[in-house]
């Protein structure tokens, strides 16, 4: 599918669910959120052809409704499974892919405690009953953004290097496999202090849209981190850390950085 159709087909999807959601007399409330509902900080759209539809709807007391069916009603379904988090996700047949969360109406209030990625209220607002839900989005859209709320450059630097001392263990040990899943969380904390190094927006996936939002040297640097060794990695992490933290000006914890850049060794080293 060229991405224009398939920009199509998720619009035309998300137009049918919504249609059902506001249908429904099961459902007492409900919204979309996600990319499809943001604007990004220069005003552009934050979702795009490849973006998922995403969805929360909170179910009337004594009037159950079971997702999977809900969705097969409006769509082929080719894949339905339950996630890690307890969230029902289908994929179509042409590859889209849909999370519908189903809440007890009780529920609604948990809204209120959901970090401020963005989203416009009214891309948000499906299915409402007497303002209530409007009235919850726009409380918590009023709320300070979720780059707001991130630590400090040192902590998030701290943190990341804690993270890298593990990953550079197990990669020292011979568990490549697990290594590289550890330096998923280096990553992020480098990722972070690029972001805030070269003032580019903070989205609540350190990675998403890296590619458009950072220069190519820090890009460059960041794919290091991704390929080679596992070990080879981890150096790269350590190199890049080091810079970050001198043109942020922080603590780089020397004593900590010596001492695994002496384990490490070298980026030619192989495990």
Known sequence: MNPAARLDALDALDTRIRAALLADD??????AYGSRTQIRPDGSPAADEWSDLEYYAFV????????????RAITPVALEVVNPFGTPNIVTPDLLRVELHLEPESALDQIRGWP?????????LIKDQGGTLASILGEWASRPSFASTLPGSQTEFDNMLNWLVFASAVALRGESLRAWELLNWVRGGLLRLARTL????????????????????????????VSGTAVQACFAALALARALAARLQLDPRAEVLDALQAELKAPTDSQ
């Open 60 to 71: 009337r007391v004594g009037r159950p409704l079971v997702a999977f069916e809900f969705l």
């Open 26 to 31: 099961r459902l007492l409330y409900a919204l």
């Open 198 to 225: 070269h003032g580019a927006p903070q989205p609540q996936a350190p990675a998403r849209n890296a590619e458009r939002d950072l220069p190519p040297g820090v890009l460059a640097a960041l794919n290091e981190t």
């Open 116 to 124: 401020n990625g963005g989203g416009d209220p009214a891309q948000m």
